[in-house]
C-alpha cells in the first residue's frame, strides 16, 4: 500500500519535475503556479492583434507575426508549451472575446479604466505616441483644426475616447484596422488618422502610400501592456515573471527588428508641391499599366513557342532577360521627362524671373512632355502594328521643315554630351514636300536620331538626305560605338541591342528600331545600316519618289488654316467628363472662345442634363465615365435627341473604340491628349454646317 502511494505521488510530480529540468523559469514560480500550469498547459489561449503591424498582426497566410510574436516564441520555450491561438477578424471581435472568455491574455493592448473591469495589466513595456495622419497636400496650422476634421480610428481602441473627450467636434469614422483607417485619409474619405507613428511608418512603407504625412503629435500615448482575464491571476503571474526573465539586449534586438518611424514624417514644401503636379503622376500610372500589360502578353507568347518547340527554350531565356531590361528602362524612359518637368515647373515658382528665363522654362516642360508622351506612344503603337491597326494618312509633308525641327530639339542634348550634330540637306529644297504620313516619318527619323545618340560619347551626329532617281535616300550617321556585322539584322527586333554588354545598351524602350522599320515598311521603303565596330554606324532608309513634288511659295493656306480656329458664333456646350484636369482644361479653352459651357460629371447626369435643356448644340462625350458611360449615354440621348452634335473623346486609341464611338450615334472621335487645333475645327466645322 505505501509502495503504491509512492507511486501516484511521483507520478503526479513527474511532469513538473521535466519542465524544471527544460526551464529554469520553473525556479521562479510558485508551487500554485507550477501546479496551474500543469493542469493547464494544453489549453491557455493567445489572441494576436488582427493587423496591428509591426507590433501584433497576423499575415496574408494567417501565421502569428510582429514584435510580440517573438515574445510569445520565447514564452512557448521556455514553459516548453504552445499556447492555443485565438483568432479574430477584429480589434473589437478580440476585446468581445477577452470579455466572454473565448480567450485568455493579449500581447498588447492599452490600460483603460473600462477593460480593468475584466482584465489584468501588466507594467507598460513599450511606449507610442498618438499621431494625427493627414494627406501631404493639406495645409494643417495647429491642433485646434482638429475640431474640424473626420479621423478615421480603428474600431475599440483607447484612442476614440481620448479624441471624444479632448476634441468633441471631430467626427469620428470606426475603421475595422489600421490599413483601413490609413487607406481613408489616402483616398481622401477622412481628414486625418489617429494611430501610433510606429505602426503608421510600417503602413505606408510596406504597401507604398506616398501621400501622408504627420501632421502633428498628441498629448497622448499607448503605454502598451500584456493584460490576462481576471479570473487566471496564476497565468497573469507567470507572463510577468516571463517577460521580466527576458534579457534587455534581446528586448533591444526584437525591437530594432520590427520598428521603423522613420517613414512617415513632416514633408517639406517643395514635397509637397512635387505631389500636386497630378499630370505626372497620371502619366506614370498610365505608363506602369501598358507596360505591365504588354508584359503579360510577351509571357503568353513565350510560353506558346516553348511548347511548340524545345529549341525556342533558349530564345524564351534570352527574352525573360530582355523583357526585363525593357521595364528597368521604362522606368529610366518615364523618370528623365519627368525630372524636366518637375523640375522646370518648381523654377517657374520662382520669384525675379524674366519672361526670357519663363520661356525658356515651359518650352523644356512642354518638351519634356512631349518625351514622355513618346515613350507612351511607343508602347502603343508596337501594340497597334500587332493589331494590324495602324493606318497610313498621307499629306503634304515640308522635309526640311521636320529635320529642322529634329534638329533643333536634339541640339540641346548633343551639345550637353559634348557631341557635334550636323545638317547635310540637298541645296536649293527649302520648300520641297513629299506626299507621306507626316507622324510616321517623323518617328522615323526620331528613333534613328535618339539610337545615334545614345550609342556616340564622342565625335560627331549627321542627319541629312539625298534625292536619287526612283527615292528619297535619308541617313543618320554617327562616329559611336558601332554594331558587329552579326547584329546588323538583329538590332531591328525588338528589345535587341548592337551589343547587350554595353553600359549604354538598357537606355531607352528598346521598340525604337523595331517601330523604325515597321514604319519605313508601310511606307513602301527599306531600311539597313552600314557599320563597323569602334568607327560608327550609318542607318539608312527610302521613301519612294513620288509623282508629287511641290515647291509652295504661298504661304496662303497656312493663314487660311490658322484663321479656321476662330468663329464668330458662340454655342452652348456641354463638357461630360469625370476627370478635372481634363474639365479644367477643355473648359478654360472653350470659355476663352466665348462659348457657353455646361459640366456633367457622369453619364447619368449628362442624361439629365441634356432633357432639361434643349438648347444644347455640342456635347464633348468622355467614353470612360463612373455609373453609366459616354457609349451608353450617347445612346439614350439619341433616343429623344437625334440633332446634338457629340464628339466623343478618349484616352483608348484603338479602331475598335472609334467604330463603336460612331456605332452608338457620335459624330466624332478625339483621342487624349486632346489637340487643342483638332477640338477648335472640328467645333467650327459643326458651326460651319449649321449656320
Known amino acids: 500500500m505505501i509502495r503504491f502511494k509512492l507511486f501516484f505521488i511521483l507520478l503526479i510530480f513527474f511532469p513538473i519535475v521535466i519542465y524544471a529540468q527544460k526551464s529554469t523559469i520553473y525556479n521562479d514560480l510558485s508551487k500554485n503556479e507550477i501546479e496551474w500550469l500543469t493542469n493547464n498547459k494544453n489549453s491557455i489561449k493567445y489572441a494576436p492583434n488582427p493587423f496591428w503591424p509591426p507590433m501584433d498582426y497576423l499575415d496574408e497566410d494567417g501565421n502569428h507575426k510582429g514584435l510580440i510574436s517573438d515574445y510569445i516564441e520565447l514564452f512557448e520555450e521556455e514553459l516548453n508549451i504552445e499556447f492555443?491561438?485565438?483568432?479574430?477578424?477584429?480589434?473589437?471581435?478580440?476585446?468581445?472575446?477577452?470579455?466572454?472568455?473565448?480567450?485568455?491574455?493579449?500581447?498588447?493592448?492599452?490600460?483603460?479604466?473600462?477593460?480593468?473591469?475584466?482584465?489584468?495589466?501588466?507594467?507598460?513595456?513599450?511606449?507610442?505616441?498618438?499621431?494625427?495622419?493627414?494627406?501631404?497636400?493639406r495645409n494643417f496650422k495647429d491642433k485646434s483644426e482638429i475640431?474640424?476634421?473626420?479621423?478615421?480610428?480603428?474600431?475599440?481602441?483607447?484612442?476614440?475616447?481620448?479624441?471624444?473627450?479632448?476634441?468633441?467636434?471631430?467626427?469620428?469614422?470606426?475603421?475595422?484596422?489600421?490599413?483601413?483607417?490609413?487607406?481613408?485619409?489616402s483616398l481622401g474619405q477622412a481628414d486625418g488618422t489617429v494611430t501610433d507613428l510606429m505602426s503608421a511608418s510600417y503602413i505606408v512603407e510596406k504597401y507604398g502610400i506616398n501621400n501622408l504625412e504627420w501632421a502633428t503629435e498628441l498629448n497622448y500615448s499607448w503605454n502598451i501592456s500584456f493584460a490576462c482575464r481576471k479570473d487566471s491571476p496564476e497565468l497573469f503571474s507567470i507572463i510577468n515573471k516571463l517577460f521580466k526573465k527576458i534579457d534587455p539586449k534581446d528586448r533591444k534586438e526584437m525591437y530594432e527588428k520590427w520598428i521603423n518611424s522613420s517613414t512617415l514624417h513632416k514633408k517639406s514644401y517643395f514635397e509637397k508641391n512635387l505631389n500636386k503636379i497630378l499630370i505626372i503622376t497620371a502619366i506614370a500610372l498610365f505608363c506602369l499599366a501598358i507596360t505591365l500589360s504588354f508584359n503579360l502578353i510577351l509571357k503568353r507568347r513565350i510560353k506558346k513557342r516553348t511548347d511548340e518547340l524545345y529549341e525556342a527554350k533558349v530564345k524564351a531565356e534570352e527574352s525573360e532577360l530582355l523583357k526585363s531590361a525593357f521595364l528597368a528602362n521604362m522606368s529610366h524612359e518615364i523618370r528623365t521627362p519627368m525630372n524636366g518637368i518637375i523640375?522646370?515647373?518648381?523654377?517657374?515658382?520662382?520669384?525675379?524671373?524674366?519672361?526670357?528665363?519663363?520661356?525658356?522654362?515651359?518650352?523644356?516642360?512642354?518638351?519634356?512632355?512631349?518625351?514622355?508622351?513618346?515613350?507612351?506612344?511607343?508602347?502603343?503603337?508596337?501594340?497597334?502594328?500587332?493589331?494590324?491597326?495602324?493606318?497610313?494618312?498621307?499629306?503634304?509633308?515640308?522635309?526640311?521643315?521636320?529635320?529642322?525641327?529634329?534638329?533643333?530639339?536634339?541640339?540641346?542634348?548633343?551639345?550637353?554630351?559634348?557631341?557635334?550634330?550636323?545638317?547635310?540637306?540637298?541645296?536649293?529644297?527649302?520648300?520641297?514636300?513629299?506626299?507621306?504620313?507626316?507622324?510616321?516619318?517623323?518617328?522615323?527619323?526620331?528613333?534613328?536620331?535618339?539610337?545615334?545618340?545614345?550609342?556616340?560619347?564622342?565625335?560627331?551626329?549627321?542627319?541629312?538626305?539625298?534625292?536619287?532617281?526612283?527615292?528619297?535616300?535619308?541617313f543618320i550617321k554617327d562616329t559611336g560605338i558601332g554594331i558587329p556585322k552579326d547584329r546588323h539584322e538583329a538590332i531591328f527586333n525588338r528589345f535587341i541591342q548592337a551589343d547587350i554588354e554595353d553600359k549604354n545598351a538598357f537606355q531607352g524602350s528598346g521598340l525604337g528600331l523595331s517601330i523604325a522599320k515597321a514604319y519605313v515598311e508601310m511606307l513602301e521603303g527599306e531600311i539597313w545600316v552600314e557599320s563597323e565596330v569602334n568607327k560608327g554606324s550609318c542607318f539608312y532608309f527610302t521613301i519612294p519618289l513620288n509623282k508629287t513634288i511641290i515647291k509652295n511659295d504661298d504661304a496662303s493656306q497656312e493663314k487660311n488654316e490658322t484663321e479656321t480656329l476662330k468663329s464668330n458664333k458662340k454655342i452652348k456646350i456641354l463638357i461630360a467628363e469625370d476627370d478635372i484636369i481634363s474639365l479644367t482644361y477643355?473648359?478654360?479653352?472653350?470659355?476663352?472662345?466665348?462659348?457657353?459651357?455646361?459640366?456633367?460629371?457622369?453619364?447619368?447626369?449628362?442624361?439629365?442634363?441634356?432633357?432639361?435643356?434643349?438648347?444644347?448644340?455640342?456635347?464633348?462625350?468622355?467614353?470612360?465615365?463612373?455609373?453609366i458611360d459616354g457609349l451608353e449615354a450617347t445612346m439614350e440621348i439619341r433616343k429623344f435627341n437625334k440633332s446634338v452634335y457629340i464628339i466623343a473623346q478618349s484616352a483608348y486609341i484603338f479602331e475598335d473604340d472609334f467604330i463603336n464611338s460612331k456605332k452608338v450615334g457620335c459624330n466624332e472621335y478625339l483621342s487624349k491628349p486632346i489637340n487643342k487645333n483638332e477640338l477648335i475645327k472640328l467645333i467650327n466645322n459643326f458651326i460651319e454646317s449649321k449656320y
Not at 474640424?148 to 484612442?159: E, N, Q, R, W
Not at 462659348?595 to 442634363?609: F, L, S, T
Request: net charge negative; charged share 30%; hydrophobic share 40%.
Open 147 to 185: 475640431n474640424k476634421m473626420k479621423l478615421a480610428i480603428v474600431k475599440g481602441y483607447a484612442s476614440i475616447d481620448f479624441i471624444r473627450k479632448k476634441y468633441p467636434k471631430a467626427e469620428i469614422i470606426e475603421c475595422e484596422d489600421e490599413l483601413a483607417a490609413i487607406l481613408k485619409t
Open 84 to 137: 492555443q491561438k485565438t483568432k479574430f477578424k477584429t480589434w473589437n471581435d478580440l476585446l468581445v472575446g477577452l470579455k466572454n472568455n473565448e480567450t485568455d491574455f493579449v500581447g498588447a493592448i492599452q490600460k483603460t479604466k473600462e477593460r480593468e473591469k475584466y482584465l489584468l495589466f501588466s507594467e507598460p513595456y513599450l511606449k507610442s505616441p498618438l499621431v494625427v495622419i493627414i494627406k501631404n497636400n
Open 586 to 627: 477643355l473648359s478654360t479653352l472653350l470659355s476663352k472662345l466665348g462659348h457657353e459651357i455646361v459640366h456633367a460629371e457622369n453619364g447619368k447626369q449628362a442624361i439629365e442634363i441634356c432633357k432639361e435643356q434643349k438648347d444644347i448644340d455640342l456635347i464633348l462625350m468622355d467614353i470612360k465615365m463612373p455609373e
Open 343 to 474: 523640375g522646370f515647373t518648381t523654377l517657374l515658382k520662382e520669384a525675379d524671373l524674366t519672361n526670357e528665363e519663363k520661356s525658356l522654362y515651359i518650352d523644356i516642360i512642354s518638351k519634356s512632355g512631349e518625351r514622355l508622351l513618346n515613350t507612351i506612344n511607343d508602347i502603343i503603337d508596337i501594340s497597334k502594328i500587332d493589331a494590324q491597326q495602324m493606318h497610313i494618312t498621307n499629306e503634304q509633308v515640308n522635309i526640311n521643315e521636320v529635320i529642322y525641327d529634329l534638329y533643333n530639339f536634339f541640339k540641346i542634348e548633343c551639345d550637353e554630351n559634348k557631341v557635334s550634330l550636323k545638317l547635310e540637306i540637298e541645296p536649293n529644297t527649302q520648300d520641297l514636300k513629299i506626299l507621306t504620313d507626316r507622324n510616321k516619318f517623323n518617328s522615323i527619323l526620331t528613333n534613328l536620331i535618339k539610337n545615334a545618340i545614345k550609342f556616340t560619347e564622342i565625335g560627331e551626329i549627321t542627319i541629312g538626305y539625298k534625292i536619287n532617281q526612283e527615292n528619297y535616300l535619308f
